[in-house]
Nanobody, 124 residues
Framework: QVQLVESGGGLVQAGGSLKLSCVASGSAFSINAVDWYRQAPGMQRELVAGITSGGSTNYADSVKGRFTISSDNAKNTVYLRMDGLKPEDTAVYYC??????????????????WGQGIQVTVSS
């Protein structure tokens, strides 16, 4: 099992910045990739940014140039730096991890996990 805990959300004025963190914990696991999703009221959950264990990144067009995803593998932590925030960035942000859980020698399974979500509110 892998647990994901997000932090760093809150209320910020338009044009401001926030840095979200997603910490993964558990026993005997490795992370293949982590994505940040967000869901605004009445909207579908959408992919914001992603990073692989090798460091490859991808971004939604709506956040390119404003958001930066990074990771600290030693701390099992992925960050989402959000600059130039806009009111339309207001949403609950979720961390999503594709992980490998080890149960013994040559015994493992791949699974995906969600964090509990964290609110980001951008005022105009």
């Amino acid at each position: 099992q892998v647990q994901l805990v997000e932090s760093g959300g809150g209320l910020v004025q338009a044009g401001g910045s926030l840095k979200l963190s997603c910490v993964a914990s558990g026993s005997a696991f490795s992370i293949n990739a982590v994505d940040w999703y967000r869901q605004a009221p009445g909207m579908q959950r959408e992919l914001v940014a992603g990073i692989t264990s090798g460091g490859s990144t991808n971004y939604a067009d709506s956040v390119k140039g404003r958001f930066t995803i990074s990771s600290d593998n030693a701390k099992n932590t992925v960050y989402l730096r959000m600059d130039g925030l806009k009111p339309e960035d207001t949403a609950v942000y979720y961390c999503y991890a594709d992980a490998r859980v080890y149960r013994g020698v040559n015994n493992f399974y791949d699974y995906h996990y969600w964090g509990q979500g964290i609110q980001v509110t951008v005022s105009s």
